[in-house]
């Protein structure tokens, strides 16, 4: 009786460990095979043109050099590219700061005639495809002057996100209303409960809609590839493209290209990471 | 008296005088911003694409009307819409439910008692935030047919190697492996966040009552994952319609357009033609796509998605 009590604890002990290793193993290798690209990305960068085409190849560059990233800073403007990406990421990103805020707040704390509707609006553009906006959006931009400018990448940015205002909505949910309350008591405008009492709370959520519109700014592609054809107005994506285009079999230097445009945005993510992950579980639970 | 005359103009005057007018007004203006920016730039392009769709127009002219004859020449006369159409089809069911499981799975592996789960669930987050264009030309090198690695792995494990990219029948398949693994990460952190918010008291009962763990599985974690689920699939379908940067770095379309995509079309038609007519006819043809399977979606959830046991 007893011993078979103890046999099947210990049979189950041992599923469970099974279970746990196959688990892991399935993880690591998993794991590996995200990572191994990048890898292959970082190591092929620093190697010579001649290296990279060696076979068995090397994982480690034996001879490692910095030609390429040199060939996309001199022979190529990567440093200007990298300055459009930033003034476009951070304007962009600071005027949709404001906005959504601004709207989210009104959104959930405020009461007006017509606030349902227009909620439905705001969330209804979100599905909208770019694909279907963007010959109009062109079209407008062309007759106004503005393509080949980094305006109709920054512009648009700054004052139309459907997604922050749902965020920060969502957000506003979860916070007490009793402060507002007081202070609405006291005489406060709705700006002035805006400014001084929600917006210091939202700064945690402010924090994630900063971190994924920087991202969404920095890798779009679709965007800048349409409305800019002057290399000196060129992001880094589209310096990634061009570079793609004149040195197609240049690995090395394709691969540093890479390496500069990931750098940032992956920097960004280590260092704000948990802010990124609770922004996806509260837009993509709730929602 | 006044009141009495023009009542309702009289009624408005209170309601802007009272404090639930001050607050509409307030949040009016609060509002402002974001709306007429949604107007201008998402809302009132929807409708000029439409009327755009029925005209004929190379950007120098005025628009000419012509009511259907873009749809009908789209639809009937054009062989490379339907190449393009399959091309896309094939891409969303090659990823997107080869996604969703795989992420799904992983997610239950990251949610049981594992050491480093955030590590891990870091890593398997790296592809998400890199751009489309950087992945594309470090895949491009990855399935490079003579040097790549991914041929060098194949012969390794005593496989032939592949033309990948200038294969028609690898293409495609090379880029949706690679757009799994780009969006594979995304998924699971959604998917995990679902995973902890299903109650431990279900899992309790059911081990109660004597329940193994794929009974527990079925029963418990399939149903109250189900919404999430849900999101997950919406959303991939439509993004993934969506798909461009792939083929455009990657392929150029190519070999003989079996990677052309509808947006890549929709980017030939308008930005290299100057069909901006015909270009928008194709907007709105993955527009209507894109919104009836997301309202079929929509419909179908009530058969599968559970909202709670």
């Not at chain 1, 003034?87 to 959930?108: C, D, R, Y």
């Not at chain 2, 974001?34 to 004929?56: E, K, N, W």
Request: overall charge positive; hydrophobic content about 55%.
């Amino acid at each position: 009786m007893r011993t078979a009590r103890v046999d099947r604890v210990a049979s189950r002990r041992q599923q469970q460990l099974l279970a746990n290793t196959i688990t892991h193993i399935l993880l690591i290798v998993l794991g590996l095979a995200a990572l191994a690209p990048f890898w292959w990305m970082i190591s092929t960068s620093f190697k010579t043109e001649f290296e990279a085409f060696q076979i068995p190849p090397t994982w480690l560059p034996l001879e490692p050099t910095l030609e390429a990233y040199g060939d996309l800073f001199l022979n190529q403007p990567f440093g200007i590219f990298l300055y459009n990406s930033v003034k476009i990421a951070v304007l962009g990103v600071g005027g949709q700061l404001i906005t959504s805020s601004l709207a989210a707040f009104a959104f959930a704390r405020l009461d007006f005639p017509g606030k349902n509707v227009l909620f439905i609006i705001v969330l209804s553009t979100m599905m909208v495809p770019y694909a279907v906006t963007v010959i109009p959006l062109y079209i407008v931009m062309h007759r106004i002057g503005w393509v080949n400018t980094h305006l109709p990448l920054i512009v648009p940015a700054m004052l139309s996100s459907a997604y922050g205002t749902f965020l920060l909505r969502q957000f506003m949910f979860s916070l007490p209303v009793e402060l507002e309350d007081a202070a609405r008591i006291d005489g406060c405008s709705s700006f002035g409960i805006y400014r001084r009492i929600a917006l210091p709370l939202m700064k945690p959520a402010l924090a994630t809609l900063g971190v994924f519109s920087f991202m969404a700014s920095w890798n779009n592609f679709f965007g800048p590839f349409i409305f800019l054809d002057r290399k000196y107005l060129f992001t880094v994506q589209l310096g990634v493209a061009l570079v793609q285009r004149q040195w197609y079999t240049s690995w090395p230097r394709l691969m540093a290209g890479s390496v500069v445009v990931t750098l940032p945005v992956l920097l960004v993510f280590l260092l704000l990471q948990r802010y990124f992950v609770r922004g996806i579980s509260l837009t993509g639970i709730k929602g | 008296m006044s009141a009495v005359t023009t009542p309702a103009r009289g009624r408005f005057r209170d309601f802007l005088g009272s404090n639930r007018g001050r607050e509409a007004i307030e949040a009016y203006i609060l509002i402002l911003p974001t709306i007429l920016g949604l107007i201008v730039f998402t809302a009132s392009p929807v409708l000029a694409s439409l009327y755009y769709s029925f005209t004929r127009w190379n950007l120098l002219s005025t628009p000419k009307w012509q009511a259907l004859d873009n749809y009908i020449e789209l639809l009937t006369e054009d062989p490379l819409f339907w190449i393009t159409i399959k091309n896309t089809g094939y891409y969303v069911l090659g990823t997107v439910p080869t996604g969703t499981v795989l992420a799904l799975l992983l997610a239950i592996a990251l949610n049981q008692k594992i050491r480093f789960v955030a590590v891990f669930r870091t890593i398997y987050f790296l592809p998400v935030v890199s751009s489309v264009v950087a992945i594309s030309v470090l895949w491009l090198w990855l399935y490079q047919s003579d040097f790549g690695i991914v041929n060098e792995l194949l012969r390794f494990l005593g496989f032939r190697g592949v033309r990948w990219l200038s294969s028609v029948t690898w293409a495609m398949p090379a880029i949706i492996i690679m757009s799994i693994w780009h969006g594979l990460g995304y998924n699971i952190v959604i998917f995990i966040a679902g995973l902890q918010s299903i109650p431990q008291d279900y899992y309790e009962a059911a081990t109660v009552d004597g329940a193994n763990a794929w009974h527990k599985f079925i029963n418990i974690t399939i149903p109250l994952l189900s919404p999430v689920t849900f999101f997950v699939l919406t959303l991939s379908v439509i993004n993934s319609f969506q798909v461009f940067a792939q083929a455009y770095v990657m392929t150029r379309g190519g070999p003989v357009n079996s990677t052309k995509t509808i947006v890549y079309y929709l980017f030939q038609q308008g930005f290299e033609n100057f069909h901006m007519g015909y270009a928008s006819a194709l907007a709105y043809v993955l527009f209507v796509i894109i919104v009836s399977l997301t309202l079929f979606q929509f419909w179908f959830q009530r058969r599968w998605v559970h909202y709670e046991l």
